[in-house]
């Protein structure tokens, strides 16, 4: 089984299964990229935020892989949102990865403290779609609500709408309201990963019922949640920096899931974010400013 690709609606296809670097050490994520291009991964994901874009830059240089074949998706942080200061965000990050381009650049957070920056953030973003330097924009962390005040002005649809899905937390009201604007939902932390370094008490890893559906199927609790993310049109971005980890997540196109097992997974829902509420994040309380190149 090929990995499918999904087709965004700049006409830019991605892979169903991307590579994330959040919370991957700078002096870590190197190795871990190279060990994901050479698995096969061609979606990387980074951020501003993440201080580790020089290195994602460099690891895809360092692969030998040609520029053209790797899609390159970073985000804006919140205190670089505003016209003027989101186009210079795309002037830092760049400079940081070393290429001319960004495939996908997407707003980090909603900021609904502050959404006449966030609006300006993404009008910002039109323009540099508009004039090539990315080939499709879009959010993270976005709410139903917030998607519509969004669109209220905006003059292009985001491309994606990256928030935490895994099976016990689903964000279905988003994934729907996605839907309805032909906006793709891009998971992160999509096998509950968030729930373990986050502190919270259960990890989807130890769930009986992935367990079970994994043991039925002779893999393993991380592929049979990616397996679910990728049969109801979802792309994910699992992260590790375990050679074995980054190598067995990407290899999930050779089995597949019945319609039972995929509701039995749906029924793990509990409600619980694993994240920060993405609209607890303010400019006060995140006063994070991107160090320029």
């Known amino acids: 089984m090929t990995m499918p690709s999904i087709r965004l609606n700049e006409n830019l296809s991605i892979p169903a299964i991307g590579f994330g670097v959040y919370q991957t050490p700078p002096e870590e994520t190197i190795a871990a990229v190279m060990v994901a291009l050479e698995t096969g991964y061609r979606h990387i994901d980074t951020a501003a935020a993440y201080e580790n874009e020089r290195e994602v830059g460099e690891a895809i240089r360092r692969s ?38 960004i495939d996908i650049l997407i707003l980090h957070l909603p900021l609904p403290s502050r959404f006449d920056l966030t609006r300006d953030a993404f009008r910002a973003l039109e323009t540099m779609l508009a004039d090539g330097k990315v080939r499709a924009i879009g959010v993270s962390n976005f709410s139903a609500a917030e998607l519509d005040l969004l669109l209220e002005t905006a003059t292009v649809v985001p491309a994606l709408n990256q928030i935490e899905v895994h099976p016990y937390f689903q964000e279905r009201e988003v994934q729907l309201a996605n839907a309805a604007h032909g906006i793709h939902t891009q998971a992160w932390s999509p096998i509950g990963g968030v729930t373990i370094y986050r502190g919270g008490g259960s990890s989807s890893f130890e769930d009986p019922v992935i367990g079970s559906i994994a043991r039925a199927h002779g893999q393993t609790p991380a592929q049979v949640m990616l397996r679910w993310h990728i049969q109801q049109g979802r792309s994910a971005i699992p992260k590790s920096v375990t050679p074995a980890r980054i190598r067995e997540n990407f290899d999930v196109f050779d089995f597949e899931l019945s319609a039972e097992e995929l509701s039995h997974i749906d029924a793990l829902e509990t409600g619980n974010r694993g994240g920060s509420d993405p609209d607890s994040i303010t400019l006060e309380t995140f006063d994070w400013d991107i160090p320029e190149a």
């Open 64 to 101: 030998g892989i040609p520029r053209e074949e790797v899609i390159v998706e970073s985000k804006v942080w919140i205190t670089d949102y505003g016209y003027d200061a989101t186009l210079h965000a795309f002037e830092k990050s760049t400079a940081k990865l070393g290429f001319e381009t």
